[in-house]
Nanobody, 115 residues
């Protein structure tokens, strides 16, 4: 099973982006915990934000207060609203189940923030 992230781009520090995650293979987001992950060049992939089936959200300390994860059950998408972007947010962003277990990774969407 693979989830597809989109919406990345090149932005200046302080600007915003909204990433979107869509599912294939009849995955329904409302019945799985979903996470946004990112991997910066030369770094390990890290978990940025999660949303549970009950709507409970968690965030990495580095993005708390700036990023918001949400789920739209009608459109069956999970979004990541990223505000006040910083150069250190530059990374390839992925969405996947949380925990990932045996799900595969999609190609991700690239976010580049310049100062």
């Amino acid at each position: 099973v693979q989830l597809q992230a989109s919406g990345g781009g090149l932005v200046q520090a302080g600007e915003s982006l909204t990433l979107s995650c869509k599912a294939s293979n009849n995955v329904i987001f409302s019945i799985i915990n979903t996470g946004w992950y990112r991997q910066a060049p030369g770094e390990k992939r890290e978990l940025v934000a999660t949303i549970s089936t009950g709507g409970f959200t968690t965030y990495a300390d580095s993005v708390k207060g700036r990023f918001t994860i949400s789920r739209d059950n009608h459109d069956n998408t999970v979004k990541l609203q990223m505000n006040s972007l910083k150069p250190e947010d530059t990374a390839l962003y992925y969405c996947n189940k949380d925990p990932v277990e045996n799900w595969s990774w999609g190609p991700g969407t690239e976010v580049t923030v310049f100062s």
